[in-house]
Structures are given as structure tokens and as C-alpha cells.
């Protein structure tokens, strides 16, 4: 079972950025896609962009131009860099690995409900 430690949420001023860190022991070596998610309490948990081991990304349209995931898979770190930063960003930020092979990327990648989450997730706070 492979449990992510999410890390470099904060509270910040809207207009500012974060960049968001998730570090998984096997990151690097399998091929599964990857992903990030946010979710406040009693809301769904909401898709913001994934990555496969080669680089591929796909965004929630409303996340495109302000956010940017990225991986290291020699370090085994999935980031997420966020920009432009927004009081509605506000939520606990999750990443998490889907079990389905990369030919599942194109369909699944910003399913929810395609991913095993398993982190601890961030928290980020934007104050206006």
C-alpha cells in the first residue's frame, strides 16, 4: 500500500502561490498515473490535474493557466504549483495514485473516483 505524505500547504494572501509537495516511496518505479484533488468539508472532492511517469497532464479547466502538477520521479515527489491564488482555493489538497495502467489516463485522470486516497493530506488557506 503506498501512502503519500502531501506537504507545503500554508495560508497565504490571494494573489500569492504555493507550491504543493507529495512524496510516495514507489513514486518513481511504477506507472501509475498520478493526481491532485482538493475537498472542503461537506463538499465532493474536486480533480485538479494528473501526470503519468512520462509527463502527460491533463487539468480541470478551471484549474488550467493558474496551476501546474509536475513529478520527479528519480525523487519521488509529485508537485503541484499554484499560482494566483484565490479565497474559493481554500481546501484540504490531496494527491493520490490510480490503480488503472496509463491507457486508463486519457478517460479516468480526473476521476475522483478512479484514485486509492490514502494521504494525510495539506491544508491551504487563502484570505482575501
Known amino acids: 500500500q503506498v501512502q503519500p505524505v502531501e506537504s507545503g500547504g500554508g495560508s497565504v494572501q490571494a494573489g500569492g502561490s504555493l507550491r504543493l509537495s507529495c512524496a510516495a516511496a514507489?513514486?518513481?518505479?511504477?506507472?501509475?498515473?498520478w493526481g491532485w484533488f482538493r475537498q472542503n468539508p461537506g463538499k465532493e472532492r474536486e480533480a485538479l490535474a494528473a501526470i503519468t511517469k512520462d509527463g502527460n497532464t491533463m487539468y480541470s479547466a478551471s484549474m488550467k493557466g493558474r496551476f501546474t502538477i509536475s513529478r520527479d520521479n528519480a525523487k519521488n515527489i509529485l508537485y503541484l504549483e499554484m499560482n494566483n491564488l484565490k479565497p474559493d482555493d481554500t481546501a484540504m489538497y490531496y494527491c493520490a495514485a490510480s490503480p488503472l495502467g496509463v491507457s486508463g489516463f486519457r478517460l479516468w485522470a480526473l476521476d475522483p473516483g478512479r484514485y486509492n486516497f490514502r494521504g494525510q493530506g495539506t491544508q491551504v488557506t487563502v484570505s482575501s
Open positions: 514507489v513514486f518513481g518505479t511504477n506507472n501509475n498515473f
